[in-house]
């Protein structure tokens, strides 16, 4: 009988055929716990935990889509930089030339792509999302190489890396067309179209 009672946790022993009583637990609710769940804890722990990684997910994320996003108006200006820096000789020639290349590089970039006039603005858009475009493909499909001292070799796409490249460039050129819309309405960007 001992040991009966023992392994039901000090209640009396139950008859043949009757249910054993239920634990009445009730918990006090309070603002921060409405709902006196008892697990309140690990909630919020896990809540943090949430918070946590995904806001260091969003910032991956975010990261990258600001690369895409600004690869084909950085690659332009820093590629021409870098190129233009090696032919000067000495330490600080280098760098002046360097930094003038790619300054007028990003000005001359910055000027087509503020137009609002659509003779310049599509042609302009839809060629900066096929060079990006095209890029990353050359990128992708070349063997090891450095950017700085030796470019990719140049061959040509297939149909299917065609189609692949038309597709992207297409998508890219919408994004840019959205991105840059309201970019063309501001002041100073009136400024620098040169169709009125």
């Given at each position: 009988?001992?040991?009966?009672?023992?392994?039901?946790?000090?209640?009396?022993?139950?008859?043949?055929?009757?249910?054993?009583?239920?634990?009445?637990?009730?918990?006090?609710?309070?603002?921060?716990?409405?709902?006196?769940?008892?697990?309140?804890?690990?909630?919020?722990?896990?809540?943090?935990?949430?918070?946590?990684?995904?806001?260091?997910?969003?910032?991956?994320?975010?990261?990258?889509?600001?690369?895409?996003?600004?690869?084909?108006?950085?690659?332009?200006?820093?590629?021409?930089?870098?190129?233009?820096?090696?032919?000067?000789?000495?330490?600080?020639?280098?760098?002046?030339?360097?930094?003038?290349?790619?300054?007028?590089?990003?000005?001359?970039?910055?000027?087509?792509?503020?137009?609002?006039?659509?003779?310049?603005?599509?042609?302009?858009?839809?060629?900066?999302?096929?060079?990006?475009?095209?890029?990353?493909?050359?990128?992708?499909?070349?063997?090891?190489?450095?950017?700085?001292?030796?470019?990719?070799?140049?061959?040509?796409?297939?149909?299917?890396?065609?189609?692949?490249?038309?597709l992207g460039t297409v998508i890219y050129a919408g994004i840019y067309l959205l991105a840059l819309a309201p970019i063309g309405k501001s002041r100073w960007a009136k400024r620098w179209?040169?169709?009125?």
């Amino acid at each position: 009988m001992s040991k009966r009672k023992s392994s039901l946790g000090g209640l009396p022993p139950a008859k043949a055929g009757e249910r054993l009583p239920r634990l009445q637990t009730i918990i006090a609710t309070s603002p921060e716990n409405p709902g006196g769940d008892p697990n309140i804890r690990p909630h919020e722990a896990g809540e943090a935990a949430g918070k946590v990684i995904g806001g260091g997910l969003g910032v991956l994320v975010g990261g990258l889509l600001i690369i895409l996003m600004l690869g084909p108006i950085l690659w332009a200006p820093l590629w021409a930089g870098l190129r233009a820096a090696r032919f000067v000789p000495g330490p600080w020639w280098t760098w002046l030339a360097g930094l003038a290349v790619g300054s007028a590089a990003a000005f001359a970039q910055t000027v087509l792509l503020v137009q609002r006039s659509p003779i310049l603005r599509y042609p302009v858009v839809a060629l900066f999302a096929l060079i990006w475009v095209g890029g990353l493909w050359l990128e992708f499909t070349s063997p090891r190489h450095d950017w700085i001292t030796t470019a990719p070799a140049l061959h040509m796409p297939g149909p299917w890396s065609w189609t692949l490249i038309g597709l992207g460039t297409v998508i890219y050129a919408g994004i840019y067309l959205l991105a840059l819309a309201p970019i063309g309405k501001s002041r100073w960007a009136k400024r620098w179209q040169l169709i009125k």
